[in-house]
């Protein structure tokens, strides 16, 4: 678990995203959202980016931007 940027970062870096659309990307991530990436030797891929029905399932309440 880490915050926004570190997550941010990843995703730029794998997506080979501008530094304008990572700062657009940071701006839509949820406290809590889960990033999955694979990660196998000389090559990252983004499997899904900032999930959150696990916690719209409990209380949609929870979903909280950072």
Do not use: K, W, Y
């Amino acid at each position: 678990m880490t915050s926004g940027g570190p997550i941010a970062a990843i995703v730029q870096d794998v997506l080979g995203l501008t530094e304008h659309a990572t700062r657009a990307m940071e701006h839509v991530l949820v406290n809590c959202g889960v990033t999955t990436l694979s990660v196998r030797p000389g090559h990252a891929r983004l499997i899904s980016f900032n999930e959150q029905q696990h916690l719209g399932a409990i209380d949609a309440d929870l979903i909280t931007f950072r």
